[in-house]
């Protein structure tokens, strides 16, 4: 599972230098990458995985296997409405900042996800 996250990480960087107009989609893979490694990290400790795009419902399914997982909340929460957007359109401005501040969510996420799977 986690090399489709990778696979989705580096598909929003590719987005992110071949698509420069388009920062919704940029956006949105970010958060795709996120709720994958959220997602392979609850498997990775035999959770059940949820059917929900909701990072911040998923980041509290994984600080009950680890605590410190609270450290990531911010980042969930940055990411969240990206996934929700693009299901269940509604009037989201998104801008390059927003587009950086996800693809430095996304990055965090990962490589703190990835310290704990081994």
Known sequence: MVSVCQFRFRGSKIF??????????ICYHCQQSGEKYLKGFIAFNGGEIRRTHDLIILNQVCIRYNKRFEEII?????LTDY???????????????????AIESA????????????
């Open 16 to 25: 992110e230098v071949y698509a420069a107009n388009t920062p919704e989609i």
């Open 74 to 78: 911010d980042d969930c929460i940055n």
């Open 83 to 101: 996934g929700i957007q693009t299901r269940y359109p509604f009037e989201l401005e998104i801008n390059e900042k927003d587009m950086n501040m």
């Open 107 to 118: 990055t965090k996420i990962q490589k703190f996800v990835m310290q704990f799977i081994k």
